[in-house]
């Protein structure tokens, strides 16, 4: 069997709700601590990604640990987050098994971000700080509605949507509001960075076109 597509183990760990955990940890420590007191360095400068702090430093965990870290400034980025992690994440989950939900989560996460950094340094964007967990969300519900193409998403608790029809509706919005640069201090890049990885990773891992998937 290739490799790359070899299967892990299924197991169901709870993944979903460890990193749900972390992220608030982080968060707490962000509100309450403000800096790491070995270093003496704030948190939000140390683990969100910032393009001048890896090219000159070679913080280069930033890629990864900038899903982890959410605005203090504002609680309700964190909470749409995690609250879309635990609804399609804990599903995704049960459908992939931990480990693979594990690698999924992370890689196009990683891979978002360094994407981003990539995009900030050819538009001159080098001081940004990204931060927040949405690229990796945009993937799991990418997974989501290729594994369960019939579910109903009731959109704000009212409108019913088909699971493909919600995930690429809000896709479709993040490249309007890329493109003309609307929809307030959001890091739309990252979010469909996020979304094109989990599709390749679909495509690689598991021989999959999410569209057909999402279609049938």
Do not use: C
Not at 48 to 76: C, K
């Amino acid at each position: 069997m290739n490799i790359i597509r070899r299967p892990f183990r299924y197991r169901n760990d709870n993944v979903v709700f460890i990193l749900i955990g972390i992220t608030f940890l982080v968060y707490m420590a962000q509100m309450f601590l403000r800096t790491i007191p070995i270093v003496n360095l704030p948190i939000i400068s140390v683990f969100s990604m910032n393009p001048v702090l890896v090219m000159r430093l070679g913080w280069v965990w930033q890629f990864v640990t900038y899903m982890f870290i959410h605005s203090p400034q504002n609680m309700g980025h964190i909470l749409f987050n995690m609250f879309a992690l635990f609804i399609f994440g804990r599903q995704v989950e049960w459908k992939m098994g931990s480990r693979e939900f594990l690698l999924y989560y992370m890689l196009t996460g990683t891979l978002a971000g360094i994407f981003s950094f990539f995009v900030y340094l050819f538009t001159g964007q080098v001081w940004i700080s990204l931060m927040g967990a949405s690229g990796a969300i945009f993937a799991v519900q990418l997974a989501y509605a290729a594994f369960f193409p019939d579910s109903i998403i009731y959109l704000w608790g009212i409108l019913p949507l088909r699971a493909p029809v919600m995930v690429l509706g809000f896709t479709s919005l993040e490249l309007v509001f890329m493109f003309t640069r609307s929809g307030g201090n959001v890091a739309h890049t990252t979010h469909l960075a996020g979304f094109a990885f989990g599709w390749l990773y679909f495509t690689i891992r598991f021989g999959i076109n999410p569209w057909r998937a999402m279609r049938r």
